[in-house]
């Protein structure tokens, strides 16, 4: 089967690098290459994915959102974020379906097994924020709060949530389990944190879906504190394994998929 990931810019993708390592373990002879279409060209999908004869492929950044009119159906948990890292391509039509959440939350369960009773706060009310919003809400029994540094952002929020201000969160950090940045800050050069974690209990788990780098400064201060952390890593590899199941009914070989994309990380620092 032929697979691809579209984004702009895409060169620096680690998908097809951790695809490859999941063909390759599963013996399949599936193909997986990056796409770049920039915004000015996204007009011409149809034309650009039916020419490559694709069975599926992840949308990335900044076409999770441009994808939509082009689906032919859109499944009930993406329509719920209103964004789409997969299609799946059966008989020529377009299914759309968001893998990122789920991915997020497959991978957090496993290293915090009693989720369903965990106390949440969300850093961040973008796409990213949404998705794992609508994952957790599947899981999580205590009702979700999420902080944003604009209010107005929750305009196009659906799910029922604690909407907070970033001040009101740092007021009462001390009440959540699990605390996970889903804003950039924190990403590449950046070196923000996003809220001061004076108040933060001992035992709160922090996260960011961040994984390049590894430890972003909201993780790096948490460590410091003795709090444990948890990066964004397996949320990347399990959103590309719920891609696969999608695709062929499958299930992936995460530990190759992982293993490549530290390999690879490690290669390029
Ligand atoms: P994504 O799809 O990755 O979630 P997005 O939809 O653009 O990206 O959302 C980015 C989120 O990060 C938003 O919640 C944004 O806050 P605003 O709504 O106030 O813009 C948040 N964000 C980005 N940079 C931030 C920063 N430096 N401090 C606080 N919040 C930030």
């Known amino acids: 089967m032929k697979f691809a990931v579209i984004g702009h810019p895409i060169d620096h993708s680690l998908s097809p690098i951790m695809h490859d390592a999941n063909f390759k373990a599963l013996k399949r002879d599936d193909t997986y290459e990056a796409l770049n279409i920039p915004p000015k060209h996204f007009h011409l999908i149809k ?12 949308i990335t950044i900044p076409h999770k959102e441009n994808i939509i009119p082009y689906l032919d159906e859109i499944d009930s948990h993406a329509e719920t974020i209103g964004a789409i890292n997969t299609v799946k391509i059966e008989n020529g039509r377009w299914l759309g379906y968001n893998t990122d959440g789920i991915g997020y939350v497959k991978g957090l369960q496993e290293v915090y097994p009693k989720l369903e009773n965990a106390k949440i706060l969300l850093i961040g009310a973008g796409g990213a924020s949404k998705g794992l919003a609508a994952a957790l809400n599947e899981i999580v029994t205590t009702p979700l709060a999420v902080a944003n540094r604009t209010m107005s952002r929750f305009d ?13 969160a740092e007021k009462m950090l001390d009440r959540f389990d699990i605390v996970i940045n889903t804003t950039p800050a924190g990403m590449n050069k950046n070196k923000d944190v996003v809220i001061s974690l004076d108040n933060l209990a001992p035992h709160t788990l922090v996260s960011d879906i961040v994984y390049i780098p590894s430890k972003t400064p909201i993780l790096a201060l948490s460590e410091e504190k003795g ?31 992982k293993t490549a994309v530290i390999e690879q990380l490690k290669r390029r620092n």
């Open 227 to 257: 709090n444990p952390i948890y990066n964004g890593l397996d949320m990347f590899v399990n959103q590309g394994a719920e891609s696969f199941k999608i695709w062929t009914g499958q299930t992936a070989d995460t530990e190759a998929m």
């Open 47 to 58: 034309e650009i994915i039916n020419e490559k004869q694709l069975d599926g492929f992840n």
């Open 156 to 168: 196009t929020w659906d799910l029922s949530v604690e909407q907070l201000t970033l001040s009101d």
